[in-house]
């Protein structure tokens, strides 16, 4: 039987979403989600040496992307930007989890929020609504991204629905090259960015399978370390794929939602 209803509960810095046989935890730090079981079975990667006490961006689930992907002269010691690293609000209704970070102009001009509305569909679906407001339009000029990091055994990884789409490797400054018309599998190492993704993407891995979609075409990153880093042991570097829906190929002037559906197909 459907359960219409979604239950929230709140702990500390934890708010767990559960909706039948789903169960979604967001930790307020970065309104980060840090967990997504459907049906028993974890679907997001999260290093055992993540912090979850703020003081280090997570590393892993789905951190945010805001307002700049990548390293920027705005912010010379925060990668990515800063929304990863804020303690969010929050609030819910009966279908919705709403977490909400505000910032004055001394931070980054012009002032105003940025939402991130989490829901849970009917067959499982995480459901996420990424949308800055400004204070006014003048000299708005912002990136928005889902850093998202799926749990897989990458070796086994089929990532379809990006051979139509040009691309460009992080290496080559994002250089454009024509599409390469392959399913991508091989993943290790990669950092590569298509452009103007406008179909949905399947990712398989021998043991589940998941559709990939956002209602307005955007930028696709696909990243893996390929190596060990601080804050992933180098037994987990084939633990997870980073698949990052986003606006980031070039600075954004007016305000847009980025939303974003993933279906589990277990
Ligand atoms: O989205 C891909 C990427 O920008 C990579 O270039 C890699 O640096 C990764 O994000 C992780 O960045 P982080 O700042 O979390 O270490």
Request: hydrophobic letters at 35%; one cysteine or more; charged letters at 25%.
């Amino acid at each position: 039987m459907i359960q219409e209803k979604l239950i929230v509960k709140e702990d500390g810095v934890i708010i767990t979403l559960e909706r039948n046989e789903t169960i979604v935890k967001v930790h307020k730090y970065g309104a980060t989600v840090i967990s997504w079981k459907h049906k028993g079975r974890e679907l997001l990667y999260v290093s055992p040496l993540a912090k979850l006490d703020g003081t280090k961006a997570i590393r892993g689930g789905i951190p945010i992307v805001f307002p700049r992907f990548g390293p920027s002269d705005l912010f010379p010691n925060q990668q990515h930007g800063f929304a990863r690293n804020s303690r969010w609000d929050f609030s819910h209704d009966k279908d919705v989890a709403t977490f909400t970070l505000s910032w004055e102009e001394a931070q980054f001009k012009p002032s105003g929020n940025l939402s991130l509305k989490v829901s849970i569909g009917d067959k499982g679906e995480l459901e996420l609504c990424l949308r800055p407001e400004f204070a006014g339009s003048e000299g708005v000029q912002y990136h928005m991204l889902l850093h998202t990091y799926f749990k897989v055994d990458l070796a086994k990884t089929h990532i379809k629905g990006l051979d139509r789409a040009n691309y460009g490797e992080k290496q080559e400054q994002y250089e454009k090259h024509p599409p390469t018309l392959q399913v991508l599998s091989q993943i290790s190492g990669l950092d590569r960015m298509y452009f103007d993704v406008d179909n949905p993407i399947n990712l398989k891995d021998g043991q589940m399978e998941m559709r990939l979609e956002s209602r307005e075409a955007c930028d696709v990153v696909v990243w893996n370390p390929g190596k060990e880093m601080t804050d992933v042991p180098a037994s987990d570097v084939n633990s997870f794929v980073c698949i990052e829906h986003g606006l980031v190929s070039k600075l954004q002037t007016n305000s847009h939602a980025l939303r974003v559906t993933y279906t589990p197909m277990i």
